[in-house]
């Protein structure tokens, strides 16, 4: 059996059924890890993994069941994993051992997974290149000369370059779906709250969500199944069931209600998405689906609206960070200020320092009601215009990013430049509904361009038998 | 649209806030991109959102957690990271009270 | 002194009796070896979040309903930022927007204070400053214990006023079982505002901040230190400086603080981490319910129901763990008054204050007093043996053997002819006397001096009775 051409499923089949031993499969994956190190997609290989895939191999030979049973996963530098370093790419956390299983992490155990590396990130999920990490870019899968995006781009990186069947990314304003464009592969970021955030460092709490990065709409479904939850440790977690999302793929796209944005017709002309997202549309309806033309009228504001709402929460989020309790504490401070001041100063990278002053300006007395609870209200509205829009369609499709992806160091110089990235995909962060990428199309280097594909809140389902549909019947149209 | 300015003493306080310093050289980089960074956002406090109110997720107070102590952490485990600990403490350069 | 008027607003923290914290299962214990009662909520460590007690909720919607307070339907909770080591996120959660409780208020003896709001929040570390060279020690175990934040409005006018306040509102919390309000643990502390003005004036003076006063008498002490400060100010023409002050309690003196805050912009906003929690009615009448009599009610009821007196009531409802005590004594044994006068006379001067556990068990008590009713023992040897109960810890029961009709039947009876017959000029007297009882009385006296008080009393007085005829 070739391992690297299995799919997760057939993967998870085949080692339950001890056809393959998680042993091996695991040791393939590490060695395609190590083989594939100029990518810098990963910052650790975790040196028990062997192990750890032996001892499963003797509890499937004695009768352990689980979803992910021997199947090697790789995570984001932001999800702790007890034992491991997690150091979401930043100075600052660079030796801090989690001290607790994240509940992503522990489910994921639970189900038998062997997590065998974490991956490279924007620091503190803060971009939209890994160009932020205080480890070096992560190169493009698919073209080394060319970020991978962000801020998850070590994990959508390692799934396409073939490290792993699996990567959890996080995603806050786009940093699963636009790495996933960039490198030609599937990534959802779910509905707020359907995914427990405990253990997993928090940037902007109230719109960031996990998600798996995979090769396949299928997989993808799958692994979702077994990473959503509500958690006791989570009261913004959805206490709701977790359906089987497989059993909502049906191959069938027939009457769908397919929503097209007017202000994303509007927005992508003369973008290098355009033509692929016309014939999405096109392709959509072509099978049977019933193309309906809606508005969100605000759309345009989602991008200045998350810029107020994330730092803001960010810059309370990161203080915790203040070399008095764990990892960096400045060895030029002399008194506790100089800890907080210089630990800090050294220890964070610049996007993030913009950020965090960024949300000290939002949050400040004078500016608050002006800029935070402006785009609070503005968030509200947003939302009350998608539920209009929902009540006229089923899904909503969207490209995922303006083109294909860009030169490292092609967005060095301004900031502002590279939040326009996530000008497609920020909407799904600010209503806290699920959307998916999934590669449709090419830009005009021949990379892959994504396809966003945005239900209402729980409706991931839904989402994926649209995906699916499109994967497999798409044509070269969804061939990376 | 005039472009938004930013004093140094405002970046200043707000360094302050954000407990970072800056050096002169960081600051005049920082200011460019800092009013970059404002234009954009400014396009929400220049919007209209109508009737929208602020609004709140919430749960009944009957969901909420029920007062049941568990077991806490292992002292080493959560001293583990720690910088500097003493005597089962984190410990920092002496403060005045 | 006299022209002017004193202005005080009482800011009142107290730990809530809870078994967890407040945003984790942490226990909420006091006393514990440094960082043992810490999970990753308590020290801030990365991706924990809080989770919160619905318990504690509960126990400031109880501590609002005994002060009348309106319960909101709907509670938020903010994040307070700002940088300190006991402070683990670098935030606070707290409640500014829409606490918990508004409204309500606590009457005094001759004023009633409003109450601007009551809302919860999360207590922060601990801060021990050892040496230069070990530095400063930081433990996390109170970090996250939930703690009851009281504001009042500016309507205390002076220091007897504050402590007046403060003892009716810690009686409150404790007879509630909100709070146990221990002192010296930190379990209620106060931050005081006072502000003077010329008498009469409506215009409010600069007002000064102390902060964290841990017993009434630091809080009696700093108000009128700090309001001769102000007046001695203003006497003199200067002005008062709106600041925090520290309190000195062993140079009885506020001193201003040496480091200015160095920003009051706290940059609330509401915690993300956190949903706002909706407080339906039901839930309110659900507590309200659960709500002992309060200690004006007791007073009350102490005095319509038991016949005692303002005063003998007042004691007896001072401290909750006293009136627990009397009530269940009466559980036992149902003569209040009688109850009464032995808590006040014989039990109270032997504690050395009123929350004090009382070395009997209420139903000992109970038990001594009725072999007092029996006359099983007399008076003086109940006496005598709840003395032997709570100064040595001696057993009821053992004691009850050694004293209570040990001499009896045919030798007491022996005993009392001995003695009729050696006083034959006192059994004149008893026959000839106008008040033979007095007589009677000298006769069961030599009864008990000969026997140590150790006769059994009524069978004594049956054979005088008998042997006098």
């Known amino acids: 059996m070739d391992i690297g051409k299995l799919s997760l499923i057939e993967l998870a089949k085949a080692i339950s059924e001890q056809k393959l031993t998680s042993y091996e499969v695991t040791k393939y994956y590490i060695e395609r890890c190590q083989e594939k190190s100029d990518l810098n997609a990963l910052l650790e290989i975790f040196d028990d993994s062997l192990d750890r895939a032996s001892e499963m191999d003797e509890k499937i030979k004695g009768g352990f069941k689980g979803k992910l049973a021997g199947v090697p996963v790789i995570i984001k530098d932001n999800i702790l994993y007890k034992g491991k370093k997690a150091s979401c790419s930043s100075r600052f956390l660079e030796n801090y051992v989690a001290q607790y299983n994240s509940t992503v992490v522990q489910k994921m155990l639970d189900e038998g997974a062997i997590i065998i590396a974490r991956a490279n990130m924007d620091e503190f999920a803060m971009g939209s290149s890994t160009e932020n990490s205080a480890y070096g870019v992560t190169k493009n899968a698919l073209d080394p000369s060319r970020v991978p995006g962000g801020s998850s781009g070590g994990s959508a990186c390692a799934v396409a370059a073939g490290l792993a069947p699996v990567a959890l990314g996080t995603d806050t304003g786009g940093s699963i779906r636009q790495p996933c464009s960039y490198n030609g592969v599937v990534g959802i970021k779910p509905t707020y709250g359907r995914v427990s955030r405990y253990g997993v460092v928090a940037f902007a709490s109230s719109i960031e969500q996990v998600g798996p990065i995979t090769k396949n709409v299928k997989d993808n479904a799958y692994m979702l199944s077994v990473l959503a939850g509500g958690s006791i440790h989570d009261d913004t977690s959805l206490k709701v069931e977790v359906p089987d999302y497989l059993s909502y793929i049906k191959g069938d796209i027939k009457g769908l209600k397919v929503g097209v944005l007017k202000e994303i017709e509007e927005a992508v002309k003369g973008l290098e998405v355009e033509k692929s997202y016309k014939e999405a549309v096109k392709f959509l309806k072509d099978n049977g689906a019933e193309i309906v033309e809606v508005s969100i009228p605000d759309f345009k504001l989602t991008l200045p609206c998350y810029y107020i709402i994330a730092p803001a929460e960010a810059t309370s989020n990161l203080g915790r960070f203040d070399g008095v309790k764990y990892s960096r504490r400045s060895a030029e401070a002399k008194d506790v200020d100089e800890i907080y001041v210089k630990s800090r100063s050294e220890g964070f990278g610049k996007e993030v320092k913009r950020r965090i002053m960024l949300g000290n300006f939002v949050l400040s007395s004078g500016y608050f009601d002006a800029y935070y609870n402006k785009a609070k209200k503005l968030q509200q509205k947003l939302i009350a215009e998608s539920k209009k829009a929902f009540e006229n369609c089923d899904v909503l499709v969207l490209p995922t990013t303006a083109g294909e992806a860009f030169k490292i160091g092609a967005k060095g110089g301004d900031p502002v430049e590279m939040y326009k990235e996530d000008l497609f995909t920020i909407m799904a962060n600010i209503l806290g509904t699920p959307a998916l990428s999934l590669p449709f199309g090419k830009g005009e280097s021949g990379l892959p361009l994504g396809l966003q594909i945005v239900a209402d809140r729980l409706n991931e389902g839904l989402i994926y038998n649209v995906a699916d549909f499109i994967e497999n019947n798409g044509g070269d149209y969804a061939r990376v | 649209m005039s472009k938004t300015k930013i004093s140094i003493e405002e970046v200043k306080r707000l360094a302050g806030l954000s407990a970072l310093e800056f050096s002169e050289e960081e600051l005049s980089a920082f200011i460019p991109e800092f009013e970059a960074m404002l234009e954009l956002v400014d396009e929400v406090k220049n919007c209209d959102t109508g009737e929208a109110q602020l609004n709140y997720t919430t749960h009944l107070l009957s969901e909420c957690r029920e007062d049941e102590a568990k077991e806490s952490f292992p002292q080493e485990e959560i001293l583990l990271n720690s910088p500097k600990t003493k005597k089962g403490s984190f410990c920092v350069p002496k403060m005045l009270d | ?469």
């Open chain 3, 1 to 469: 002194m006299q022209e002017y008027d004193i202005v005080i607003g009482l800011e009142v923290h107290s730990e809530l009796k809870t078994n967890s914290k407040v945003f984790c299962s942490c226990k909420n214990q006091f006393g514990q070896a440094p960082n043992t009662n810490c999970c990753p909520v308590c020290v801030g460590l990365p991706g924990a979040l809080p989770v919160l007690n619905k318990k504690a909720v509960e126990l400031v919607i109880k501590a609002g309903l005994t002060m009348g307070c309106q319960i909101n339907d709907l509670a938020v909770f903010e994040r307070k930022n700002y940088f300190y080591p006991d402070l683990a996120k670098a935030y606070q959660i707290s409640q500014l927007v829409r606490p918990i409780c508004l409204g309500g208020q606590i009457e005094l003896e001759d004023k009633v204070v409003r109450l601007n709001r009551i809302h919860l929040e999360e207590d922060a570390g601990k801060l021990v400053h050892c040496s230069a060279a070990i530095g400063t020690l930081i433990d996390y175990n109170r970090g996250g214990v939930p703690l009851m934040e009281l504001v009042t409005e500016p309507d205390i006018s002076s220091a007897d006023e504050a402590v007046e306040f403060l003892t009716r509102l810690r009686q409150r919390l404790i007879y509630a079982g909100v709070a146990e309000c221990k002192m010296e643990q930190g379990g209620l502390r106060c931050d005081v505002n006072v502000s003077v003005k010329k008498k009469g004036s409506k215009e409010l003076g600069q007002r000064t901040e102390m902060k964290n006063l841990n017993s009434f008498k630091s809080v009696y002490r700093a108000i009128n230190y700090e309001a001769n400060r102000q007046i001695e100010i203003l006497e003199n023409g200067g002005t008062v400086v709106q600041e925090t002050r520290k309190w000195d309690d062993n140079h009885s003196r506020s001193v201003s603080m040496r480091k200015k805050e160095t920003s009051s912009d706290y940059r609330y906003f509401p915690d993300p981490d956190m949903l706002a929690v909706e407080i339906p009615r039901e839930d309110v009448e659900r507590i309200r319910k659960t709500l002992p009599l309060m200690p004006d009610q007791l007073r009350k009821r102490y005095v319509e129901e038991y016949g005692l007196s303002d005063y003998e009531s007042e004691i007896l409802t001072r401290e909750k763990a006293l009136s627990d005590y009397f009530n269940e004594v009466l559980s036992f044994y149902n003569n209040p008054k009688e109850v009464t006068n032995w808590i006040l006379t014989e039990i109270l001067n032997k504690v050395k204050d009123l929350s004090e556990e009382i070395a009997i068990s209420p139903s000992d008590l109970a038990k001594l007093l009725k072999l007092v009713e029996d006359k099983k023992v007399t008076r003086t040897n109940a006496k005598e043996m709840l003395a032997r109960i709570m100064e040595n810890g001696e057993k009821l029961e053992a004691l009850e053997k050694e004293y209570a009709g040990s001499v009896d039947g045919d030798a007491l009876r022996a005993l009392v002819e001995t003695i009729v017959k050696n006083n034959p000029n006192a059994v004149e007297d008893y026959r000839t006397s106008d008040t033979p009882e007095k007589v009677f009385r000298w006769f069961t006296g030599q009864v008990m001096k000969e026997t140590r008080g150790k006769a059994n009393a009524v069978k004594a007085e049956e054979f005088i009775r008998e042997l006098l005829k």
